[in-house]
């Protein structure tokens, strides 16, 4: 059977595209930053409800936190995450989170706080996923606020709040000025590890690598359902350098099996870290 000769230009442009199909990494994009639109209080409850924009894609994935001026910040618990479809009253997409998780004397902290939605995604670092945050912030009023600004003059509020670079809270005034509330968050912090990666024969056995860290850190382990990978070391939070070990249990079926073990810090800039573990069945 004789083919149709393919055009000679035809023929050159396709091969082009297919190289540049070949060639084009793929690339996530980073989410916007949150805007939080509005905040509704349940003291009673201890709940909070959240609208804004950007909050999250099919689901959320990241931290809610309250700044409360005299004690420093409390990790919300996300109770629900929601779209809500654009009306003619608010025609555009926004969604919702309802958290939980303040405490019972919240009513007692009278004042202006900052409240600060984190927004978690991750690029790849070096070919290791690495956890990072797109931050969106607002402020929250408990209770009667008084007639004296947070500098002293009298009617002047809070206009906005924002955490700059250095991990510092800079509260702008409605009169204009700023004041530098000092560090909510260690900027200089980081977490990192000396692999990516081991493999295990049926046998199994042990192994180590060694955790960098100026910050606390904790860990933890995903995608084992029979617990054949297990840590002998302490599952609290940890802090600074260590020699991380485990233990691979020896494998009796003819399937492989692989599971991650998760390192992430809780102080400053986030980072996650993913160590993989894979064992291979016996030949």
Do not use: C
């Not at 020699?243 to 980072?271: D, H, K, M, W």
């Amino acid at each position: 059977m004789n083919l149709p000769l393919l055009n000679k230009t035809a023929a050159i442009l396709i091969k082009s595209l297919l190289s540049i199909v070949a060639i084009t990494p793929q690339v996530t994009a980073a989410p916007k930053n949150p805007k939080v639109t509005s905040v509704e209080l349940d003291l009673d409850a201890g709940k909070m409800i959240i609208t804004g924009r950007y909050l999250g894609g099919k689901k959320f994935r990241g931290d809610v936190m309250l700044h409360l001026a005299e004690t420093g910040p409390i990790t919300l618990k996300v109770d629900r995450y929601k779209k809500l479809q654009p009306t003619e009253e608010v025609p555009i997409l926004l969604q919702q989170l309802r958290v939980s998780g303040l405490p019972q004397n919240i009513a007692e902290f009278t004042g202006v706080h900052l409240l600060e939605v984190r927004r978690k995604y991750t690029e790849k670092v070096d070919g290791v996923s690495v956890v990072k945050y797109k931050i969106g912030t607002s402020t929250v009023t408990i209770g009667a606020v008084g007639p004296a600004g947070a500098d002293g003059q009298d009617g002047e509020g809070v206009a906005s709040a924002n955490i700059n670079a250095e991990g510092n809270l800079i509260v702008t005034l409605t009169n204009g000025s700023e004041i530098n509330a000092g560090q909510v968050g260690v900027s200089n912090a980081y977490l990192q590890i000396s692999g990516s990666l081991a493999l295990f024969d049926f046998t199994g056995g042990s192994g180590s690598l060694d955790v960098q860290s100026n910050t606390d850190w904790e860990w933890e382990i995903d995608g084992q359902i029979d617990g054949w990978l297990t840590s002998p070391d302490d599952g609290s939070l940890q802090n600074g350098d260590k020699t991380f070990t485990y233990e691979v249990a020896p494998l009796e079926g003819n399937a492989p099996r692989e599971a991650n073990i998760i390192f992430q810090s809780t102080n400053g800039p986030r980072y996650e870290w993913y160590f993989t573990v894979r064992q291979q069945p016996q030949l």
